[in-house]
Protein backbone atom coordinates (compact mmCIF):
# COMPACT_ATOMS: atom_id res chain seq x y z
CA UNK A 1 0.00 0.00 0.00
CA UNK A 2 1.67 3.54 -0.97
CA UNK A 3 1.78 5.77 1.64
CA UNK A 4 1.08 9.86 1.05
CA UNK A 5 3.92 11.90 1.51
CA UNK A 6 4.47 14.16 4.66
CA UNK A 7 3.68 17.98 2.20
CA UNK A 8 0.37 15.66 1.45
CA UNK A 9 -0.94 15.02 4.45
CA UNK A 10 0.24 18.32 6.16
CA UNK A 11 -2.11 20.22 3.23
CA UNK A 12 -4.85 17.47 4.24
CA UNK A 13 -4.48 18.80 7.87
CA UNK A 14 -4.45 22.01 6.88
CA UNK A 15 -7.99 21.80 5.04
CA UNK A 16 -9.67 20.38 8.15
CA UNK A 17 -8.72 22.79 10.05
CA UNK A 18 -9.88 25.18 7.63
CA UNK A 19 -12.80 23.69 7.46
CA UNK A 20 -12.94 23.15 11.15
CA UNK A 21 -12.62 27.19 11.82
CA UNK A 22 -15.54 28.11 9.54
CA UNK A 23 -17.67 25.27 10.67
CA UNK A 24 -16.50 24.45 14.02
CA UNK A 25 -19.13 25.91 16.68
CA UNK A 26 -21.87 25.52 17.93
CA UNK A 27 -24.20 27.72 15.46
CA UNK A 28 -23.01 27.63 12.22
CA UNK A 29 -23.78 24.18 10.77
CA UNK A 30 -26.81 24.88 12.17
CA UNK A 31 -27.58 27.94 10.46
CA UNK A 32 -26.56 26.35 7.52
CA UNK A 33 -28.99 23.83 8.01
CA UNK A 34 -31.68 26.57 8.03
CA UNK A 35 -30.68 28.22 4.96
CA UNK A 36 -30.78 24.98 3.05
CA UNK A 37 -34.33 24.77 2.60
CA UNK A 38 -34.79 28.79 1.72
CA UNK A 39 -33.82 32.27 2.13
CA UNK A 40 -34.06 33.53 5.21
CA UNK A 41 -34.13 37.06 7.16
CA UNK A 42 -32.43 37.54 9.87
CA UNK A 43 -35.50 37.72 12.45
CA UNK A 44 -36.47 34.47 10.55
CA UNK A 45 -33.32 33.04 11.58
CA UNK A 46 -33.78 34.40 15.14
CA UNK A 47 -36.77 32.25 15.36
CA UNK A 48 -35.50 29.26 13.93
CA UNK A 49 -32.48 29.33 16.17
CA UNK A 50 -33.61 29.44 19.64
CA UNK A 51 -31.16 30.46 22.01
CA UNK A 52 -28.99 32.81 19.51
CA UNK A 53 -28.25 36.14 20.34
CA UNK A 54 -28.61 38.41 17.51
CA UNK A 55 -24.78 39.80 18.37
CA UNK A 56 -24.12 35.83 17.61
CA UNK A 57 -25.93 35.43 14.34
CA UNK A 58 -24.64 38.74 13.09
CA UNK A 59 -20.84 37.48 13.76
CA UNK A 60 -21.70 34.00 11.82
CA UNK A 61 -23.49 35.85 8.72
CA UNK A 62 -21.15 38.00 8.38
CA UNK A 63 -18.40 35.26 8.27
CA UNK A 64 -20.38 33.02 5.97
CA UNK A 65 -20.80 35.88 4.02
CA UNK A 66 -17.12 37.22 3.68
CA UNK A 67 -15.96 33.24 3.25
CA UNK A 68 -18.66 33.22 0.38
CA UNK A 69 -21.47 30.54 1.70
CA UNK A 70 -24.24 33.01 2.19
CA UNK A 71 -25.35 35.15 -0.13
CA UNK A 72 -26.61 38.60 1.08
CA UNK A 73 -29.37 39.85 -0.62
CA UNK A 74 -31.09 43.43 -0.14
CA UNK A 75 -35.37 43.67 -0.57
CA UNK A 76 -35.89 46.59 1.36
CA UNK A 77 -33.80 49.80 0.77
CA UNK A 78 -35.69 51.82 4.08
CA UNK A 79 -34.91 50.53 6.29
CA UNK A 80 -32.39 48.12 4.29
CA UNK A 81 -33.30 44.73 5.26
CA UNK A 82 -31.63 41.53 4.12
CA UNK A 83 -32.45 37.80 3.00
CA UNK A 84 -29.38 35.28 3.28
CA UNK A 85 -29.54 31.80 1.06
CA UNK A 86 -26.59 29.62 0.44
CA UNK A 87 -23.98 30.41 -2.49
CA UNK A 88 -22.89 27.47 -4.26
CA UNK A 89 -19.98 27.13 -2.53
CA UNK A 90 -22.47 26.85 0.75
CA UNK A 91 -24.63 24.26 -0.85
CA UNK A 92 -21.64 22.59 -1.19
CA UNK A 93 -21.78 21.71 2.69
CA UNK A 94 -25.27 20.11 2.46
CA UNK A 95 -24.03 16.77 1.99
CA UNK A 96 -21.07 16.80 4.46
CA UNK A 97 -23.72 18.19 7.02
CA UNK A 98 -26.10 15.46 6.09
CA UNK A 99 -23.04 12.73 6.89
CA UNK A 100 -22.41 14.44 10.34
CA UNK A 101 -25.84 13.98 11.28
CA UNK A 102 -26.67 10.28 10.01
CA UNK A 103 -23.21 9.79 12.13
CA UNK A 104 -24.44 11.02 14.88
CA UNK A 105 -27.69 9.42 14.60
CA UNK A 106 -25.66 6.18 14.22
CA UNK A 107 -23.75 6.76 17.08
CA UNK A 108 -26.18 8.90 19.69
Known amino acids: MKTQSAPQELQKAGCIAKA ?8 TPLLIRELTLCPQTFSDLEKLLIGISPRTLS ?4 MLVQEDIVDKRLYCEHPPR ?4 LSPKGRDLQTILQ ?9 K
Do not use: H, T
Request: net charge positive.
Open 82 to 85: YSYQ
Open 99 to 107: DMAQWSAKY
Open 20 to 27: LQILGDKW
Open 59 to 62: QRLN
